[in-house]
């Protein structure tokens, strides 16, 4: 079973930057699909960004072109880097497996990202 751990958020000023990282683990890291998701208060979770297992990345549109999404299959870890933050982004983000939407049931615990002057 797949288990993985969040880490990496953080209080920062508008227009900075955060790196965060999923920790995942499991021997079949490499073959899966990863997703960055997030869920701020009151609203739905949503997919930020995601990375197949040939590192093909796609974005919400409220995220591209300032959120990089990346994988070290030796680490077993994904990342987001995200820079140019809005307090709109202020949420917390979460890891799970999958393309275009979570394929395990259970989530970790996130990671706290609060973007605020």
């Known amino acids: 079973q797949v288990q993985f751990v969040e880490s990496g958020g953080g209080l920062v000023q508008p227009g900075g930057s955060l790196r965060l990282s999923c920790a995942a683990s499991g021997s079949m890291f490499s073959i899966y699909d990863w997703g960055w998701y997030r869920q701020a208060p009151g609203k739905q979770r949503e997919l930020v960004a995601a990375i197949n297992n040939n590192a093909i990345t796609k974005y919400a549109d409220s995220v591209k072109g300032r959120f990089t999404i990346s994988r070290d299959n030796v680490k077993n870890t994904v990342y987001l880097q995200m820079k140019s933050l809005k307090p709109e982004d202020t949420a917390v983000y979460y890891c799970?497996?999958?393309?275009?939407?979570?394929?395990?049931?259970?989530w970790g615990q996130g990671t706290q990202v609060t973007v605020s002057s």
């Open positions: 799970n497996v999958g393309w275009n939407s979570p394929l395990l049931s259970s």
